[in-house]
């Protein structure tokens, strides 16, 4: 048996989950790149230090709906990403899912979206998280337990990001920043937390966390250091799923 077959057997266990597609991403990631650097002043900083091969947490803030779309389209490699359930239906549900992205419902406990997260990890691939949980200030100012979580169960090693200028000051996380902006996307030294065996207490979780955010919050204030470009403070529209 081998060591990726007996990784999907351990708790909690995913051997059971059908492999989340993928391909038709790529030809969509060759389209949506060239347009997001036709249509804003994008630069891309350390891309040297996104791994390249196995399995990657990648834990960008979150300032706005472009976020997703523009890491998916420029980062080196695939992303499986999580994202609300409300944004899964109809012709855009069936090609998000189509491009392996995972729904979850933000108003409970979704297990299927944290096994399927896990299943990502465990065949050595890209997965995204957004360590916030919702679209605001993007100064990793708080952390949830669901990226402390994943990274204790599996190992991945957790690649900070920073994105600057993804929404602009006052500016609404419902929408766009117009055409033009300056925005900076700053890849972080990739790190890693111990993996911790089943079961794993609330209160290690939640301390994991923390470690994550200093981490995250030290790469933040490099980020805005060296580019000189600020974070946008509080929106003024909240997330409305917040």
């Known amino acids: 048996m081998t060591a990726e077959v007996t990784g999907h057997l351990e708790l909690p266990s995913t051997a059971d989950l059908r492999p989340l597609p993928y391909r038709l991403a790529s030809p969509l990631r060759k389209v949506a790149r ?3 650097r036709r249509k804003y002043k994008l630069t891309v900083h350390h891309e040297d230090r996104f791994p390249l091969t196995g399995p990657v947490l990648m834990t960008p803030n979150h300032l706005s709906l472009l976020d997703a779309p523009l890491l998916g389209a420029m980062a080196p490699r695939m992303l499986h990403q999580l994202g609300k359930i409300e944004v899964f239906g109809g012709l855009q549900g069936w090609l998000l899912r189509r491009i392996g992205q995972i729904p979850v419902d933000r108003s409970s406990y979704d ?8 299943q990502v990890l465990r065949d050595g691939r890209v997965l995204n998280i957004y360590p916030e949980g919702t679209r605001g200030a993007g100064d990793f100012g708080r952390i949830r337990g669901g990226v402390a979580y994943l990274a204790m169960v599996t190992g991945a ?12 000051p ?3 996380v419902e929408g766009f920043p117009p055409a033009g902006s300056r925005i900076d996307v700053v890849y972080g030294e990739v790190f890693a937390v111990d993996r911790v065996p ?9 301390a994991v966390a923390d470690q ?8 933040m204030k490099a980020a805005v250091e060296a580019t000189g470009h600020p974070l946008p403070g509080e929106p ?3 997330d409305p799923d917040e």
């Open 34 to 36: 060239p347009y997001f």
């Open 111 to 118: 297990p299927l979206a944290v096994r399927k997260s896990i």
């Open 157 to 168: 090693p957790i690649l900070p990001v920073a994105l600057l200028g993804t929404r602009l």
């Open 170 to 172: 006052h500016g609404d």
């Open 198 to 206: 089943f079961p794993r207490r609330h209160s290690d979780v939640r």
């Open 212 to 219: 994550i955010g200093d981490v995250l919050r030290a790469h």
């Open 236 to 238: 003024d529209k909240k």
